[in-house]
């Protein structure tokens, strides 16, 4: 029954792709901004143990060396390219010097970001500004730069997607959020957009969701921790006192999820696990707001 089963799915699928591990990324050059810590540096070692030669961007360059100090002592490839995602020329700066270095890129996983939190009454232009600039703009001068390469008819067939990062905030609204809520709900409609119009040139897209992840921007803010971008001072972090958010009766897996466990969503998007799995958006979540 199993091996009639089995050879159905292999007939469907075709001869070889049973011999192949859709878990791997093998060759793969894949793009992750802000891969310094948290998710985005889970992703990136997760991705180079699959076999991927991950360029790993962020804003602090130390700890981005050392994440590829990391990788290359698990013995795979990496290499830092560190600045300000935010900054209007680094997107084509980063392209030009990924594809220097190794002649093409398969994925983007756009995951930098911050909150910067007020309440709407609060909130003046500049702090909007700045984060829907990081998780809207930054992708989209990106995505930009990278379209001559992937329209390229030589590149046609080479696997091609990007992964984009939203937020429960997004698909939910947050209190205190007006910006954040707004540009990661933002970042879904551009990923079914560029899913619609680069299908043809066989790119995926598609966008994850995450809930309570326990990373620097859900800890408590400290005073050690400023990020220091566009002339603003960004203290990443949600208070302790903001108890609805801390609260996980509503979560029923009971726990906030840890950054291993949001890259693993990471992978099976930008991996051939995903192959038909376009302009989607996954919710990670632990089953809250189900
Ligand atoms: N942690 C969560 O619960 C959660 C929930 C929903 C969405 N997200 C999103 O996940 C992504 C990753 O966040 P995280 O939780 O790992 O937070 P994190 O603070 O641990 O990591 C974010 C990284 O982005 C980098 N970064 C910020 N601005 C940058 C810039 N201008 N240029 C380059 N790098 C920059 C930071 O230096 C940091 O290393 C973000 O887009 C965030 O909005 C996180």
Redesign the pocket.
């Known amino acids: 029954m199993a091996n009639t089963r089995l050879n159905q799915i292999q007939s469907h699928l075709g001869p070889n792709d049973l011999e192949i591990d859709p878990t791997r990324v093998d060759g793969q050059v894949i793009v992750i901004?802000?891969?310094?810590?948290?998710?985005?540096?889970?992703a990136a070692i997760l991705l180079a143990q699959k076999g991927a030669k991950v360029a790993i961007?962020?804003?602090?360059g130390e700890?981005?060396a050392d994440v590829v100090r990391e990788i290359r002592g698990l013995g795979q490839i990496a290499e830092a390219f560190?600045?300000?995602?935010?900054?209007e020329n680094?997107p084509e700066q980063l392209v030009t010097r990924v594809l220097a270095k190794w002649g093409k890129i398969n994925c983007l996983i756009?995951?930098?970001?911050?909150?910067h939190d007020s309440a709407i009454h609060k909130m003046p232009d500049a702090k909007f500004d700045i984060v829907m600039k990081?998780?809207n703009y930054?992708p989209f001068r990106l995505l930009r730069a990278l379209s001559s390469h992937w329209m390229d008819p030589a590149f046609r067939d080479m696997p091609k997607n990007i992964v984009n990062?939203?937020?429960?905030?997004?698909l939910h609204g947050a209190m205190g959020q007006i910006n954040?809520a707004t540009a990661?709900a933002g970042i879904v409609g551009l990923t079914k957009t560029v899913a619609a119009e680069w299908g043809r040139y066989n790119v995926r897209a598609n966008a994850v969701?995450?809930?309570?992840?326990?990373?620097?921007?859900?800890r408590p803010p400290t005073e050690s921790e400023v990020?220091s971008?566009?002339g603003q001072q960004?203290k990443?972090g949600i208070p302790m006192n903001a108890k609805k958010w801390r609260d996980i009766s509503d979560i029923p897996l009971a726990r906030?999820?840890t950054?291993d466990e949001?890259a693993r969503v990471m992978l099976f998007l930008a991996s051939p696990l995903a192959a038909y799995v376009t302009g989607t958006c996954i919710e990670c979540t632990g089953g809250r707001f189900m």
């Not at 990062?165 to 997004?170: D, E, H, L, N």
């Not at 969701?209 to 859900?218: E, H, K, M, S, V």
């Open positions: 901004t802000g891969a310094a810590q948290g998710i985005g540096r889970s961007n962020d804003l602090d700890k981005a560190p600045g300000d995602a935010l900054d680094f756009n995951n930098a970001g911050f909150c990081i998780h930054t990062v939203s937020s429960t905030s997004g954040y990661k969701a995450y809930g309570w992840i326990d990373t620097r921007i859900t990020l971008i566009g960004i990443p906030p999820g950054a949001a």
